[in-house]
């Protein structure tokens, strides 16, 4: 199946952990991002690499560190894990110079307790 | 600021009713406008994307329209469903970010269709 697929689909975790997701899209797009849903569904731009350049850095904590090992991936490392980072994480993907329509996958639910 | 706004947060119509989301921006620079669909527990599904030389899209039951000038958007659709039930999240490329791809999302319209 073309998709944007993420690992894992639920991660629970104890505060000051360090823990990955990973992302990866066989769309051949160029461009992909990370986007974090809060507790009230509100949904935030955190990252975006193009051809596996950083381009977009939100105001993230630096706990936060993205990495982009070819085109077709891009995995969120985070670091001392804190109760508030808890939020459904969503990667995107799209062909950033033609119409970047969006393609999202279906989120990592993190919880820390 | 750049901002996107949906109102109503909810709505709850019987099934068979058309119906329209509103979806307003605070600046007429945008790239285009993007409508996604999300069921509870799951991820976005990309419903209809606007570029900004477009007036409006259509998919099967579904019409989005565009009008720069107001900073506004409606989806229109028509003979709701109870399987049109799920939130609904207008998201916008402004041109203020560059060419980034950034998208700014409103808080989303929770559709209920009752049988």
């Known amino acids: 199946d073309t998709a944007v697929s993420q690992t894992p689909k639920y991660l629970v975790t104890q505060m000051g952990n360090d823990k990955s997701i990973k992302c990866e899209q066989n769309?051949?797009?160029?461009?992909m991002y990370w986007y974090k849903q809060d507790s009230k569904k509100f949904l935030k731009i955190m990252f975006s690499?193009?051809?596996?350049?950083?381009?977009i850095n939100e105001t993230v904590p630096n706990r936060f560190s993205p990495k982009s090992p070819d085109k077709a991936h891009l995995n969120l490392h985070i670091n001392s894990l804190e109760l508030g980072d808890s939020a459904v994480y969503f990667c995107?993907?799209?062909?950033?110079?033609?119409?970047?329509?969006?393609?999202f996958g279906p989120g990592t639910r993190l919880t820390v307790l | 600021k750049q901002e996107v706004t949906q109102i109503p947060a909810a709505l709850s119509v019987p099934e068979g009713e058309n119906l329209v989301l509103n979806c307003s921006f605070t600046?007429?620079?945008?790239?285009?406008l993007q409508w996604f669909r999300q069921d509870p527990g799951k991820g976005l599904t990309s419903l209809l994307l606007?570029?900004?030389?477009?007036r409006e899209q259509t998919s099967g039951r579904l019409n989005a329209s565009l009008d720069k000038s107001s900073g506004r958007s409606t989806l229109y659709i028509a003979a709701s469903q109870p399987g049109d039930s799920a939130t609904y999240l207008c998201?916008?490329?402004?041109?203020?970010?560059?060419?980034?791809?950034?998208?700014?999302f409103g808080q989303g319209t929770t559709l209920q269709v009752k049988p």
């Open positions: 995107a993907s799209s062909h950033l110079d033609r119409d970047n329509e969006q393609f």
């Open positions: 769309l051949g797009h160029d461009t």
């Open positions: 690499y193009n051809n596996k350049e950083l381009i």
């Open positions: 600046d007429s620079a945008i790239y285009n």
């Open positions: 606007i570029q900004s030389s477009q």
């Open positions: 998201a916008v490329r402004y041109h203020g970010s560059g060419n980034t791809g950034k998208l700014i």
